[in-house]
């Protein structure tokens, strides 16, 4: 039997990933605690693009490899003094 747990690469998603908690730390006084009240608080938290819908690229746009890293996102240089 050759089950098990699959040893795959784990998928780099981009953009924020539904269902990701948001998290606040909000200190309250004693009193506020005790008897309650109200407090305004603003989150910031990402959203998909509306243009590229969090891919990257606009829709019908041409997706093409960087001909100078070829996609890897660095290049080497190489000096000899």
Same mark, same amino acid.
């Given at each position: 039997?050759?089950?098990? @747990?699959?040893? =795959? #690469?784990?998928?780099?998603?981009r #953009? ?8 606040f730390?909000? $200190?309250i006084? @004693?009193? /506020?605690?005790? @008897? =309650? #009240? $109200? $407090? ?6 990402? $959203?998909? +693009? ?10 019908g *746009?041409?997706? *093409?490899? +960087?001909n100078?890293?070829? =996609? ?8 000899? /003094?």
């Amino acid at each position: 039997v050759g089950g098990g @747990f699959g040893g =795959g #690469g784990r998928t780099r998603t981009r #953009g924020p990933v539904a269902g990701d908690d948001l998290r606040f730390d909000l $200190e309250i006084d @004693f009193k /506020t605690a005790v @008897f =309650g #009240g $109200e $407090e305004r608080v603003r989150i910031r938290h990402l $959203e998909k +693009c509306d243009t590229c819908n969090g891919d990257g690229v606009k829709p019908g *746009s041409k997706v *093409s490899t +960087c001909n100078v890293c070829n =996609g890897m996102g660095v290049t080497m240089q190489v000096t000899r /003094t």
